[in-house]
T-cell receptor, first 111, second 116 residues
């Protein structure tokens, strides 16, 4: 079945540093979604990318969908302690809207 | 407005007991999903409802797992004869629209099930 991969699973950065993480799918995706889960919380929708090569920005977060629609990236500029959490990418798997999630990357930020 | 709610938030069950987990989706949301999240992992799909119809139950790990959404709103995930490997957080998510493409999903706080 479809696989969505996020490596590494953990990353530690100094506050103020930039951070980039990648997501790779075993199949071409019609779209990709990103979610953030704070420690002890539940996943919260961040963004959806649909078009090949699409780039979307949310304040310090920049999301990109690859040209082949098999990968995506999340870039955070000047990380803050509020960026701490686990970031998941997820792609649709077949019909009926269900999502396959990656294992996520847990970001910690040293103040 | 109110988000997705789940109850109970925590459940401890002895091995072999049956449990029922409830999900109240956002009012008017057509699609409802159940996911299982193990520690350090991403949510894994269990089952999907479009209104009251269960359209996909391919992720249910065994026939001990059963889900229903009889009136197209509240959903219940039932696990019979719980086993230790069932210990996980069970997340419910709802989405306004149904269709062949995926749409943003709104997650509830989850139910943490511990089987002893």
């Amino acid at each position: 079945g479809q696989q969505v991969m996020q490596i590494p699973q953990y990353q530690h950065v100094q506050e103020g540093e930039d951070f980039t993480t990648y997501c790779n799918s075993s199949t071409t995706l019609s779209n990709i979604q990103w979610y953030k889960q704070r420690p002890g919380g539940h996943p919260v929708f961040l963004i959806q990318l649909v078009k090949s090569g699409e780039v979307k920005k949310q304040k310090r977060l920049t999301f990109q969908f690859g040209e082949a629609k098999k990968n995506s990236s999340l870039h955070i500029t000047a990380t803050q302690t509020t960026d701490v959490g686990t970031y998941f990418c997820a792609g649709p798997d077949g019909a009926n809207s269900k999502l396959t999630f990656g294992k996520g990357i847990t970001l910690s930020v040293r103040p | 407005g109110a988000g997705v709610s789940q109850s109970p938030r925590y459940k401890v069950a002895k091995r072999g007991q049956d449990v029922a987990l409830r999900c109240d989706p956002i009012s008017g949301h057509v699609s409802l999903f159940w996911y299982q999240q193990a520690l350090g992992q991403g949510p894994e799909f269990l089952t999907y409802f479009q209104n009251e119809a269960q359209l996909d139950k391919s992720g249910l790990p065994s026939d001990r797992f059963f889900a229903e959404r009889p009136e197209g709103s509240v959903s219940t995930l039932k696990i019979q004869r719980t086993q230790q490997e069932d210990s996980a957080v069970y997340l419910c998510a709802s989405s306004l629209i149904a269709g062949p493409r995926s749409y943003e999903q709104y997650f509830g706080p989850g139910t943490r099930l511990t089987v002893t």
